[in-house]
């Protein structure tokens, strides 16, 4: 059974920085691409960073050179490194395994609640 379990979430000020992190338990880690997603309130649901199994990484253009992706697979933990956070970050983040980006991905964990005050 896999399961995915976020943490590091929270309020933080705009222009502050959020580390969230993703423990992957039930699935061959390291052979697998990670994603991470976001969705707030009455918006759609956005794919926001991706990472092969060899380390390459993509971002949506709304995260772009603020977010950083990466992987330990030593420790079978996503991280999603989150600079200069604007009130528009605002949102639930979801890690998922088990595809690629921009395609999808097929297991995600609950979910963690992210807040950016202005």
């Known amino acids: 059974q896999v399961q995915l379990v976020e943490s590091g979430g929270g309020l933080v000020q705009a222009g502050g920085s959020l580390r969230l992190s993703c423990a992957v338990s039930?699935?061959?880690?390291?052979?697998?691409?990670l994603g991470w997603y976001r969705q707030a309130p009455g918006k759609q649901r956005e794919l926001v960073a991706g990472?092969?199994?060899?380390?390459?990484?993509n971002y949506a253009d709304s995260v772009k050179g603020r977010f950083t992706i990466s992987r330990d697979n030593a420790k079978n933990t996503v991280y999603l490194q989150m600079n200069s956070l604007k009130p528009e970050d605002t949102a639930n983040y979801y890690c998922a395994l088990g595809g690629s980006y921009p395609q999808g991905y097929k297991y995600w964990g609950q979910g963690i609640q992210v807040t950016v005050s202005s």
């Open positions: 039930g699935a061959i880690f390291t052979i697998n691409g």
């Open positions: 990472i092969t199994s060899s380390g390459n990484t």
